[in-house]
């Protein structure tokens, strides 16, 4: 590994292309890699853990922010979480080399749309040690080639974990350019002009971070600038139930992305839900904003959102009442990131409505907003949540990250013929 880098790092990105068209994993083989990095994590599982600790504790002293450093952090139950979503991409059909169609255009000349690997990703990312490691599951499953470039505080975790992996890769011949990690940030700008080498850079992290990568780089980028997620309540019997949503929207990982950052109450139900949803989220210390809607009806002084676009990322949470459904929806498209918008209420029409209107990768009705994740959608790990509208969308997970060709094969068919009338196409399935 040491070798590797200390390439120079035109002629490693080169190496890394080459490799990447010449490298052509089984599924047997890719299966049995993943199988061993599961079996290395159990054995190395408290290093790991006391690796990840001194990386915390460096964060920590030099004062980085609440989110970040519970991104960071790496503790035994993330670790079976990412040992979960690895255990799942083995069992998961191999993504590449699918047929999506066979079509007959013509006697003896055939259309077959095949699946493929992107190619060679680019990756960068602050914190996240287990997304670390789902990214560099789902580039061997996938037959991707991955440079990852982490933030100075998981460098030393991402190293350990790299180190385990090449070895792996190495006794299974498998070409360590495969898996390339990064560890100077003055190679990010590098990266992001080798557009002649590098076919998709996926960035994970803070809204400055995957902004800087857009307007940097003219390498397709995919994924998300800020997860502004929405929770609205409208017509609802069950109370008790819609609390437990929102809650667990907010604070069963507050850092997430995925974590709900607005509450939208519908206002004919306001007198009597929001003196108990502000209870419940008092009663978890979650500091709330409101309007000055909600601050006359309750007769308190809440303080003003400094944004209804701001990604709160911790314990805070905006509360605004609304006049209806169609306001909602309009608020959630104006302030929203596109990521993930939930609506609770017993309508079935409303929520019908909701979800074909608000214009986001993940619509939900009745359930929290936590669930926007790879592994519980069932893919087995995800490199991040893309809020493109253009394929892939949400989770992208192993089909994400394919792509596809078209092959023809034919009998020395020539278009002529079928300009001139002397052969018609059968476009047969």
């Known amino acids: ?22 490298t052509d994993l089984s599924s047997d083989i ?13 054995k190395r599982k408290q290093e790991i853990i006391r690796i990840s600790a001194e990386d915390y504790a460096l964060a920590k002293a030099e004062k980085l922010e609440d989110a970040l450093l519970s991104r960071l952090k790496f503790d035994a139950d993330k670790i079976q979480n990412s040992i979960s979503g690895l255990e799942k991409l083995i069992e998961l059909d191999d993504p590449v080399g699918q047929i999506e169609f066979v079509r007959e255009l013509d006697d003896h000349l055939i259309l077959t749309k095949k699946s493929y690997p992107v190619g060679v990703i680019g990756v960068i990312f602050e ?7 789902q990214m560099i599951g789902i580039a061997i ?46 190679q990010i ?45 409208g017509q609802i019997t069950n109370v008790q139930q819609a609390l437990n949503v929102i809650i667990d929207s907010k604070i069963q ?12 109450v519908n206002q004919d139900i306001a007198a009597q839900f929001l003196p108990v949803l502000i209870s419940a989220l008092e009663q978890h210390d979650i500091e709330i904003y409101a309007d000055e809607k909600i601050s006359e009806l309750l007769t308190r002084n809440f303080s003003y959102p400094e944004s209804w676009s701001f990604e709160y990322s911790n314990h805070c949470i905006s509360l605004k009442m609304v006049h209806d459904l169609r306001e909602a929806i ?14 609770i209420t017993d309508n079935p029409q409303h929520a019908s409505t909701f979800m074909q209107q608000v214009d986001s990768a993940n619509v939900y009705h009745n359930c929290s907003t936590r669930f926007a994740d790879g592994y519980r959608y069932g893919f087995g790990a995800e490199v991040g949540i893309s809020t493109n509208k253009i394929l892939p969308r949400g989770p992208v997970a192993i089909e994400g ?14 278009v002529g013929d079928y300009a001139k009338g002397v052969r018609r196409f059968k476009h047969s399935l």
């Open 330 to 343: 309009d608020h959630i498209n104006t302030y929203g990131s596109h990521h993930t918008d939930a609506i």
């Open 401 to 414: 990250l394919t792509t596809y060709k078209y092959h023809i094969v034919g009998n020395l068919h020539i």
């Open 30 to 42: 890719k299966n049995l890699i993943l199988a061993e990095i599961v079996q290395e994590i159990h």
């Open 1 to 22: 590994m040491d070798q590797l880098l200390n390439e120079d790092l035109t002629s490693l990105i080169e190496k890394v292309s080459f490799l990447s068209r010449k």
């Open 127 to 133: 914190a996240r040690p287990d997304a670390f490691l």
């Open 141 to 186: 499953k996938t037959n991707n080639f991955m440079i990852l470039k982490p933030g100075k505080e998981a460098q030393r975790t991402c190293s350990y974990l790299m180190a385990m992996v090449h070895n792996i890769l190495l006794k299974n011949n498998v070409p360590l350019e495969m898996l390339t990690l990064l560890h100077s940030r003055s």
């Open 189 to 233: 700008d590098f990266l992001l002009k080798q557009d002649q080498y590098i076919d998709l850079i996926i960035p994970r992290g803070s809204k400055q971070l995957v902004e800087y990568i857009k307007q940097n780089t003219n390498i397709p980028v995919l994924g998300h600038a800020d997860g502004v997620c929405h929770i609205y309540v």
């Open 253 to 264: 990982y507050a850092a997430a992305c995925n974590a709900v950052e607005t509450i939208l």
